[in-house]
Every structure is written in C-alpha cells, then in structure tokens.
C-alpha cells in the first residue's frame, strides 16, 4: 500500500523523482510538498483507489504525519467498510 | 498636502466576508500555511512613505528592515505582538483584534501624526478599529464589498454587459450535480466557492464519480448542519495567458488604470506576476478589453463600489479574450507588484515577483539572507541587478514546528526576462546546494 500511496502522491505532483524520494516516514503534508488543492486531491484519489469515504471536516491531520501512519488509517477504514 | 497612513492587511478577507452558514468544498486545515498567509502583512511596506505606518501582527522582521534600509526603502513600523495561536478565534485578524481590545497606548504613541488607514481589504471591524484610533477609513460599505468580490457577481456583470459566461450557479448540491452532469458530457468542470481566493475553494472535477462524491459532502452539510449551498459551475477553459489589471476607481467614478500585469499560475494557485509586455499589451487593446474595462469600472461605481480593483481576465487557446474571469474589489499582489516597478522604474529597472515555498533553514531568514550576499545574487541599488526578498516572517512562520514550513517572496531584478529568470533559477539552485529543501 506505501507503494501506492506514494506513487498517487507522485501523480499529483507531477515529479516522478518522488517514487524514490518518499517512504513511509516521509510526512505527507510537510514533505511532498503538496498545496492545499493537491491535497484535497489526493486525499480523494485515495477514496476512489480504495473504495473509502473521509469525513472532511472530522479527520486528524496527524494521520498525515508518516505515509506509513496514513496506510495504517486506510486499512483501518478498508476492514470498517 | 499627503495625509500620513496606517497600512494594515489580513490577506485571508474571502474567508471573512462568506455567509457563515454556507457550505464549503472539502478542505484541510493546515495551520503552517495559515500562519505563513498570517505573516504575508509584511508586504504592505510597499505602500508606505517614510512618514506612513505599517501595522502589523508580529514586529516586521529586523534584518529585512535593515535592508531595505540599505536599499533606501524606509517607513515606521508598529506592531501588535498577536500570537496566532493564543487569540480567541473571532479576534484572529489585526482589526477584528482592534476593534475588539482597550486602545493600545503603544500603538496610539506609533501613530503619532497619522491621520488615515487603509486597509489591503475592507472587512467587518475596520471601522470600529478605525473609529478607536482617531483614524478616517474612506471605503464602501461592507455589504458592497462582500457582494462584488463574490464570482456570482463577477458572472452576473458578464451577463449585464453580454459577455461570454458558460458558468452557472449551483443553489444546492443536487443542482450542482445536474449541471455539473451536463458539463461533464464536454469536458473537465470546475466548480467554484463564491469567495475561494488563490486556488482555494475551487476544485476541478473530471468524473461523473468525483461529481457525485462532492454533490453527497455538500448534500451532508445542507442535512445536518442547514447550510447553504452556493457554488459557481463552470467549463474548464482552455486558457493561453492569464493577465490582470489594476484600477482604481475614485468616489466620483472616475478610475485610473495602474498597471497590467501577466499572472503566472501553477495549477490554480497563483505562481508569478510580470509586467505585461509591449505584445500582450497590443493584443488585449485591439481587442477592445479596455472598453470593456471601463464598462466594469462603471458597473462597479454604479453599485456603491469605489477603491483599488484587481480584474483577472484571460486569453483563450484561439485568441478569444475572456475579461471577467474574478473580480478582486481589494489590494492585490498584484498592486504590491505595481509598487515595486515605481520603486525599480525610478532607478532604471524591473522585477518579477515570485515566492519560493521552503523548508526554513537553520538560522531562519538572517541564514537565507548571508547566502544571497555571500554567492552575490542580493539585490543592492547601485548594481541593480540581483535578488531582492521582501518577506521575512513568512519563512519564519512555523519556526517552532519539527518541519518548519516557510515561503520566501522576492523580486527578480534585472534588465531583461532572459536575466530575470535566470536569476530565480540561480536561487534555487543555491538554495539545494545549503540543503534547503524546495516545494
């Protein structure tokens, strides 16, 4: 799922060095150098990729802080759904 | 003779001027940016005179005072020591804090003389902030300045005037699904807060999926919370140059057109601005754009507004000409711009302003400004050529955070594009080689 993750980031962000780049410590918000607008965007690539709703307005920018964090809060929202 | 003036700015006015019960697009939170946009007040100093104050949240950075004292940029300075993060949320901005709060002795002492203020967007608390210090505020009324910064209004004034307007407005989520349905058959759809700012509160969409995922968030909020829904649908339009053009429109309808300027975007978010060249310029007048802003500075003045307009036009792919695309009835970065080319044109040169999003380095802006002097890229005003910054506390915004966040605004200065470009391109360049991290 990190691959994934990091590849849609690399996506968004149009910079492939990025694949290399990230792991899971990087911190999405901080280090991948994403706007406001990608963000958005990303996060809901991640729902379509992987069949999840967000709740915008309750959701913990902390899950942000590692790409591995942020695959854990996935899985979790997966086995909900 | 010049009446002496406070400048003071909140650049974050659409968030203020939006109903409060009107629903929004999805959004994050993200308080480094918040704060680095809280820091951008700074920048005012471009409309000072040496007698005029600058009013600020946190004291205006030393070492950018210093210099640009160098470079003979002078003006007084006041500040109100706000911690961003420690203030009730409704006292947030500088005059919602002023209205708000027992005068300030202090600051009644740094006003000394001053007679005016004027603000880099008109919002709720100007006026009792005003009335508190003895100040004269000349500006509309709010409920005018809310409604023509609103793209409703922008799309209602291409009607008036039977210009081109493939938008609707999108009253509730079911409405915005059905017509951005309906667009979708063409092509990608852009959708549209009435008051979203620099790529905020607009979201491309370019699926029937994506669509109906943002029609169920906004049909949420209208359930459960009774919110409005108030949204702008559009066509994605193929654009070739985005422009725009500063005015300012007197209190007796006259106006006068201060600069245009050509605004580099990076996605929706605004990147560059540079001075419009000679062929742009041809372009858009044989086009007839400024009749056409001269009919929108009418309109304007015959609903109630007066002060500084930013009018954000395009050029289509094929040549067509788009002239409303947003009407900003504020300050713009645009007109800071403007203030910097009078600086530069006096001493026989231009700049283009950008900004860098960067880690802040270690030693914060007083590291980033020993680079610049050491490698011989800082602006100074006898070699007239170089990089001039004009921020400081936006890359010191988010200091005590573990990744500090910053953004760095500067002027490329120099002769030609060619050198200009070159000379942000130097920048970066030695900004990865101290290992400071780019966004």
Redesign the interface.
């Known amino acids: 799922m990190i691959e994934k993750v990091i590849k849609l980031i690399s996506e968004i962000r149009d910079d492939e060095a990025l694949v290399t780049e990230l792991n899971g410590n990087s ?1 999405i ?3 991948t ?1 994403m ?7 990303f ?2 690539r991640i ?2 990729e992987f069949g999840i ?1 967000f709740d ?1 307005e309750e ?1 913990d ?1 902390a899950h942000l802080e590692s790409i591995e964090r942020f695959c854990r809060f996935i899985e979790n929202k997966v086995d909900v759904a | 003779m010049r009446e002496r003036t406070v400048y003071g700015a909140v650049f974050e006015a659409e968030k203020y001027w939006r109903e409060p019960n009107a629903s929004l697009l999805p959004t994050l939170k993200d308080r480094q940016s918040e704060r680095i946009v809280s820091a951008m007040d700074e920048l005012m100093f471009v409309f000072c005179e040496p007698d005029d104050v600058l009013l600020t949240r946190q004291p205006f950075h030393p070492i950018l005072r210093e210099y640009l004292d160098s470079i003979e940029i002078r003006f007084r300075g006041a500040s109100l020591e706000l911690n961003p993060d420690a203030v009730p949320a409704d006292e947030r901005h500088l005059f919602a804090w002023l209205a708000a709060n027992e005068t300030v002795p202090r600051l009644v002492t740094s006003l000394g003389g001053v007679t005016r203020l004027v603000p880099y967007a008109l919002l709720p608390d100007c006026d009792q902030a005003a009335a508190r210090y003895g100040l004269e505020l000349q500006a509309p009324e709010q409920e005018v300045v809310a409604r023509v910064n609103s793209k409703v209004y922008a799309m209602e004034l291409r009607n008036r005037l039977e210009l081109p307007n493939p938008a609707v407005v999108a009253r509730s989520a079911d409405e915005l699904e059905e017509a951005g349905t309906a667009m979708l058959e063409a092509g990608p759809v852009l959708i549209k807060d009435p008051l979203g700012v620099s790529g905020k509160g607009n979201l491309l969409v370019e699926s029937l999926d994506r669509l109906s995922r943002i029609a169920q968030l906004l049909k949420t909020q209208e359930q459960n919370k009774g919110s409005a829904t108030h949204f702008i649908v559009e066509p994605l339009l193929e654009k070739e140059t985005d422009f725009s053009i500063q005015l300012e429109i007197m209190q007796d309808g006259t106006y006068e057109c201060l600069s245009v300027n050509r605004v580099v975007n990076n996605g929706f978010a605004y990147a560059e601005t540079v001075t419009a060249d000679a062929r742009l310029l041809e372009e858009i007048r044989s086009k007839g754009y400024y009749d056409t802003v001269s009919r929108i500075a009418s309109q304007l003045h015959g609903d109630r507004y007066f002060g500084y307009v930013s009018l954000d036009s395009m050029l289509l792919r094929g040549g067509a000409l788009f002239p409303i695309v947003e009407i900003n009835a504020r300050m713009s970065m645009s007109l800071i711009k403007h203030r910097l080319d009078l600086y530069l044109q006096k001493l026989g040169t231009q700049g283009n302003l950008t900004f860098l999003n960067t880690e802040m380095p270690a030693g914060g802006f007083a590291a980033w400004l020993a680079w610049l002097e050491a490698s011989g890229l800082l602006f100074d005003n006898r070699t007239l050529e170089g990089i001039m910054p004009i921020s400081a506390n936006t890359l010191e915004a988010n200091a005590e955070e573990k990744a500090p966040k910053g953004r760095q605004y500067i002027v490329a200065v120099a002769r030609t594009a060619q050198d200009r470009a070159r000379l942000v391109q130097q920048l970066r360049t030695l900004l990865i080689e101290r290992g400071c991290r780019l966004f």
């Not at chain 1, 706007?35 to 965007?41: E, H, K």
């Open positions: 911190d918000v901080n280090e150098g706007d406001s607008l990608q963000l958005i965007n996060i809901l729902e379509d709703d915008f959701f920018m």
